[in-house]
Nanobody, 126 residues
Framework: QLQLVESGGGLVQPGGSLRLSCVPS????????IGWFRQVPGKEREGVSCITSSGGRTNYAESVEGRFTISRDNAKNTVYLQMNSLKPEDTAIYYC???????????????????WGKGTLVTVSS
């Protein structure tokens, strides 16, 4: 089972930027589609963005498209989420997970295994 560790969260003002990182524990990420998800306490976890194993295809939730960019560096065994123009509604705990199913709708990211790391907290506030 793929175990992933998230980092890079923090407190940022509206309009600011953060870059999240996702690294595996002891296995190469090359073969896995990876997704970023987020959850606000009391609400359901939602898919934010996901990327195929090769990096050739990505999906974005409508709420983040044009502001967030997912990427991966398989040589560094890391998946990133660059978040720009952050809004207060982006405040959440962010998780990465895999393997993720990436439908060809350009939007959805599906993770069915229900095994989550600790996540990294992103707080957007002035």
């Amino acid at each position: 089972q793929l175990q992933l560790v998230e980092s890079g969260g923090g407190l940022v003002q509206p309009g600011g930027s953060l870059r999240l990182s996702c690294v595996p524990s002891g296995v190469p990420l090359d073969y896995y589609n990876i997704g970023w998800f987020r959850q606000v306490p009391g609400k359901e976890r939602e898919g934010v963005s996901c990327i195929t194993s090769s990096g050739g295809r990505t999906n974005y939730a409508e709420s983040v498209e044009g502001r967030f960019t997912i990427s991966r560096d398989n040589a560094k065994n890391t998946v990133y989420l660059q978040m720009n123009s952050l809004k207060p509604e982006d405040t959440a705990i962010y998780y990465c997970a895999g393997p993720t199913i990436i439908p060809r709708d350009g939007r959805s990211c599906l993770y069915t295994m229900d095994s989550w790391g600790k996540g990294t907290l992103v707080t957007v506030s002035s």
